[in-house]
């Protein structure tokens, strides 16, 4: 996530659990709070902790007393001045395709203060699924899995998305997904945006011969934006590209020259300076063992107050973006 402070770099790490506070503790003045209220009628307060590297920082939630705290409630995703928030709600209705009902949060932070926005329902009632078309989004659980969820910001504009793929497919048969996502409303104008959708993000390029025979087990790590594009990485495979503000999506997929799980990859890290600027490579780490090898101009090895938890928080919570890929972003980003 960037940030606007003198005294600080130019972005942070984000700790992905939020922090549990006393809802008699919540300042509605402070200068990162805010509050919304969840699709149940509940209101939710937030106020956002800014550490420098090598500690993380996050949200502080408010909850009332009777509320117990959920596993489910976490930072998702982070872009520029945005940041998604996960909260688990008590839905009555259900439906019974899905274990939990999970409201989302877009928490900007805003030059005129920070702004707590409730997103569209992604998930269902009974009711909706039974009259819901085969092809309508609700005939399965959306937004479950936070490893494939991606946040792209461009100004006022954002998207959030989730890349799925069709499970029993002809392996040979031409690379395509799901991409379950929602765009703001001024991103394509009012009446097309502000809703969730269901459409396919394929690939339109002739050269490439991607197939479903590439991604087999693919297994998503990160989801790191980039100017209009969402990128979704597996280390062991490579990276799929997907430009989620266009209205006909494309989808490409750039092989890894080598097995990153076993060698350690350098890495990038997306959003760094200024704005529209390609992914830096910054250090490197060895993905087995999560362990931070080198990491240039941050300070990124733990401190005492923090050594438990800063190799983690800037793994598991940092758009890591394998290096070798960048060339080939830049090239899709100017098409």
């Known amino acids: 996530m960037e940030v606007q402070r003198p005294d600080f770099p130019s972005w942070v790490v984000l700790d992905q659990m939020c922090r549990f506070e006393d809802r008699r503790s919540f300042h509605a003045d402070d200068e990162t709070s805010a509050e919304a209220v ?7 307060r937030v106020a956002f902790t800014l550490h420098p590297l090598p500690g993380s920082s996050g949200l502080r939630l408010y909850s009332p007393e009777e509320r117990e705290e959920s596993f489910l409630d976490t930072i998702v995703a982070a872009h520029g001045d945005a940041v998604l928030l996960r909260y688990e709600v008590d839905f009555h209705g259900l439906s019974s395709k899905q274990m939990h009902a999970t409201d989302y949060f877009l928490y900007r932070a805003g030059t005129s203060g920070p702004e707590l926005s409730l ?4 998930y269902s009632t009974e009711e909706e699924v039974t009259v819901a ?6 005939t399965k659980s959306r937004m479950w899995n936070e490893f494939s969820i991606g946040l792209p910001t461009a100004g006022e504009d954002f998207v959030v998305a989730e890349l799925e793929f069709a499970r029993w497919v002809d392996s040979d048969a031409p ?10 409303p001024s991103s394509q104008g009012e009446a097309a945006g502000g809703q969730w959708e269901l459409c396919r993000a394929k690939s339109r390029d002739c050269k ?3 197939n479903f025979r590439d991604v087999l087990s693919w297994e998503t790590h990160k989801v790191v934006p980039y100017s209009s594009y969402l990128c979704w990485v597996d280390y062991h495979r490579g990276v799929l590209f997907c430009n989620v503000f266009h209205g006909s999506p494309d989808l490409h997929y750039k092989a890894s020259k080598r097995y990153l799980s076993k060698t350690g990859i350098k890495f990038s890290v997306a959003g760094q300076g200024r704005a529209g600027a390609i992914p830096r490579p910054i250090g490197s780490l060895a993905t087995e063992s999560r362990t931070i090898l080198r ?9 005492d107050g923090d050594a438990g938890m800063a190799s983690y928080n800037i793994f598991g919570n940092t758009g890591f973006f394998p290096s070798e890929f960048s060339k080939y972003l ?3 980003s100017t098409r």
């Open 119 to 122: 997103l569209p329902r992604s």
């Open 330 to 332: 830049k090239k899709l």
């Open 133 to 138: 078309a085969a092809s309508d989004w609700r």
């Open 175 to 184: 690379l395509e997904a799901e991409l379950f996502r929602l765009r703001s």
């Open 295 to 303: 990491c240039d101009g941050i300070g990124a090895y733990p401190s």
């Open 208 to 210: 490439s011969k991607a």
């Open 38 to 44: 969840a699709t149940t009628g509940e209101r939710v």
